[in-house]
């Protein structure tokens, strides 16, 4: 088993930035992925970045170039740096631990709120 907490979110304006970040504790040996995934209301879920064991990333083509996906494996943590954020960016925000390439695992937190508004 895997538990993730998540931490960070809030409301800012746009233009602003947040940071969230996925503390991992449990079975961490066996993941090879984590990700940030987001849901609006009436979307579905979608994945935003994802990073492997390995420090390879991967990113939403609509936040490509304003968020960064990072990990610190001494702390078992991820981070999500949002920068340049826009009001569509507004969502609940889950953290997730999987095995899988561009998939979401079994395994997620809480769910954060981002709110960007003025």
């Known amino acids: 088993q895997v538990q993730l907490v998540e931490s960070g979110g809030g409301l800012v304006q746009p233009g602003g930035s947040l940071r969230l970040s996925c503390a991992a504790s449990?079975?961490?040996?066996?993941?090879?992925?984590m990700g940030w995934y987001r849901q609006a209301p009436g979307n579905q879920r979608e994945l935003v970045a994802q990073i492997s064991s390995g420090g390879s990333t991967n990113y939403a083509d609509s936040v490509k170039g304003r968020f960064t996906i990072s990990r610190d494996n001494a702390k078992n943590t991820v981070y999500l740096q949002m920068n340049s954020l826009k009001p569509e960016d507004t969502s609940v925000y889950y953290c997730?631990?999987?095995?899988?390439?561009?998939?979401?695992?079994?395994?997620w937190g809480q769910g954060s709120q981002v709110t960007i508004s003025s």
């Open positions: 449990g079975s961490m040996f066996s993941i090879n992925y």
């Open positions: 997730n631990a999987g095995w899988r390439l561009l998939r979401p695992g079994p395994y």
